[in-house]
């Protein structure tokens, strides 16, 4: 087993100052990692010190990724009165344990591999995400994505975002300067792309974003572990696709050839998530497709003329 490679990128854009940070590190004696990205906001003179502060400090703090970000937030107080940003840190002790995530505010961790495809783990801070949870319309939430609901300087541990998710080829953090202007299945589409070149992956995101006309600072950093003894033949699609009875995810239940309605529902959520598969099954007498000819603006999967 290898040591997991570490790849960031990060450009200012139009803004007048850079307050995008980032940290990491490897633990060689158990080649786990740790990483954060910060993003600064406000008019203080040391926010971009702060927000390096907070990275610097969360991936050095033992204790749980939680832990990490109040230690963050204890250092920028005491070291910077008056700063704030939003932060997301993950730490993964060895390579086959999972992942632990922590995060205020709305950067956002991901993980990727190729039978699951690219998965967002944080769900943002903001009044817009907040919109979204009461069902207003998008566009509406849209106006009010940047305006955060909780941030380092603020946050108690109640307010801290956690998640634990299973080890991942990839693993991968974005700042909103990223994640806000370039279309989600994009995103998935470059980093199914690049996800063998950390360093590749890095710049086409951040230069995803500028071609995006994003108009904040804009980071990314992704840590590419050493892949898995898995059986790649099997995808998730292809799993769906046969039926088999010892697939279960959670939501769908477990799908069987007597119930096909639940594959479909199953291959529509991965469709959304920008995932999609070219392929087919049999099953009494009748071919069901699912393809992928759409032209990444639609939610559904076709299959043999009934669109779900």
Not at 249 to 278: V, Y
Request: net charge negative.
């Amino acid at each position: 087993m290898s040591a997991p490679v570490i790849a960031t990128d990060t450009d200012q854009g139009p803004r007048p100052t850079q307050q995008d940070a980032c940290a990491h590190r490897i633990e060689s004696a158990s080649e786990g990692w740790r990483a954060a990205v910060a993003d600064g906001f406000g008019d203080h003179p040391d926010t971009a010190r702060a927000a390096q502060l907070a990275a610097d400090t969360a991936t050095a703090a033992p204790g749980e990724a939680a832990d990490a970000v109040l230690a963050a937030a204890r250092a920028i107080i005491r070291v910077y009165p008056g700063t704030d940003c939003v932060m997301a840190h993950a730490r993964q002790d060895a390579p086959d344990d999972p992942v632990d995530i922590a995060w205020v505010g709305d950067c956002r961790v991901w993980t990727w591999s190729p039978c699951e495809g690219l998965r967002q783990h944080t769900r943002d801070h903001t009044h817009g995400q907040e919109l979204r949870d009461r069902w207003a319309s998008d566009d509406l939430a849209r106006t009010c994505d940047h305006t955060v609901t909780t941030s380092v300087a603020t946050a108690g541990r109640e307010d801290v975002g956690t998640a634990t998710v299973p080890a991942a080829d990839l693993t991968l953090f974005t700042c909103d300067g990223i994640h806000d202007y370039v279309d989600e299945r994009l995103l998935a589409e470059l980093v199914a792309d690049h996800a063998h070149d950390p360093g590749t992956l890095v710049r086409v995101l951040v230069d995803a974003a500028r071609e995006a006309e994003s108009t904040d600072n804009a980071t990314a950093l992704v840590i590419r572990s050493q892949p898995r003894a898995t059986p790649a033949a099997r995808t998730r699609q292809g799993r769906l696709l046969d039926g088999l009875e010892s697939f279960g995810e959670p939501g769908f239940g477990d799908p069987s050839p007597e119930s096909p309605e639940r594959l479909l529902h199953a291959l529509a959520e991965d469709r959304a998530a920008g995932i999609a598969c070219d392929d087919f099954l049999l099953r009494d007498g009748t071919t069901y497709w699912c393809t992928k000819d759409s032209d990444h603006t639609d939610h559904h999967v076709s299959w043999h003329g009934v669109t779900w």
